[in-house]
């Protein structure tokens, strides 16, 4: 970290995820908010704090049944992420009406994100990480950059008046499914409600011999990250996030550093 870095990293701090009051959760599909961030979600609404979930896609290519019925996995997915979020306390979950599989345009995304985010006016929003270079999934990706341009259309006042709303000063945005964590959310004793969480999507783990393996395995991931995470502030499990505020998302590259 250059010395430009460390003068600005002071200066203008990376604001804290834990000082905010409300969160948008925002999901490319049904259950990754969970696998992402689950167990900070339970935290937060745990503290009393209020959340919300906004699942961006419609999740009908989530199956392995080429022959599925596209309404009915829809509506399948719809009802098991409110069933899933609501085990993690958040009763407010929104569907953007978007097909999987990212056939849509990612401005149009983005114009229906900041609208959610003027609408429901949160401090913080969280979103996966666009610039993940392991990262493949093409709604992922989308999703994560259309929440990016929505953090800064949703403080812009001209941009969210066109939208039929008004802007907002929003304290940050934090991304999960990152590699570039700089800062990180004590989870410890809270991994079991986020597994419990991701279960419920049934159709993602249906009860076969083949499927039960495949969630052991995702178990097995949550619990390895949360613990690396967490060893990072001596702590038993962390869920890790990169948060930027205002000042770092707009003509200052050394935010790269922090």
């Known amino acids: 970290m250059s010395l430009l870095s460390k003068v600005l990293k002071i200066a203008v701090p990376i604001p804290k995820i834990l000082h905010g009051d409300s969160f948008l959760f925002i999901g490319p599909h049904p259950d990754d908010i969970e696998i992402g961030a689950g167990a900070t979600v339970y935290r937060l609404t745990s503290m009393g704090k209020k959340v919300k979930f906004l699942i961006c896609t419609d999740g009908r290519y989530g199956t392995l049944d080429a022959d599925m019925d596209d309404e009915t996995l829809i509506k399948i997915r719809q009802a098991e992420a409110k069933k899933s979020a609501a085990h993690l306390g958040v009763d407010d979950v929104e569907f953007l009406p978007y097909p999987d599989g990212g056939d849509y345009n990612e401005y149009d995304l983005t114009k229906s994100i900041a609208k959610v985010i003027c609408t ?108 690396r995470f967490g060893l990072k502030r001596f702590w038993k499990s962390a869920d890790g996030f990169c948060v930027l505020g205002p000042l770092h998302t707009h003509c200052a590259p050394e935010s790269e550093d922090f």
């Not at 393996?213 to 990250?225: A, H, S």
């Open 120 to 227: 429901f006016r949160p401090n913080f929003i969280f979103a996966p990480d666009p610039k993940l270079l392991t990262e493949l999934h093409i709604d992922h990706i989308k999703v994560g950059q259309a929440a990016s341009h929505a953090f800064i259309m949703s403080g812009t006042p001209k941009m969210a008046k066109n939208l039929g709303v008004e802007s907002i000063s929003l304290k940050g945005i934090a991304y999960y499914y990152t590699n570039r964590p700089n800062q990180y959310i004590k989870t410890s004793n809270l991994i079991n409600k986020q597994i419990e969480a991701i279960k419920l999507f049934e159709s993602q783990f249906p009860n076969t011999e083949e499927w039960q393996q495949n969630f052991k395995g995702l178990t097995l991931y949550i619990k390895l990250r949360a613990t």
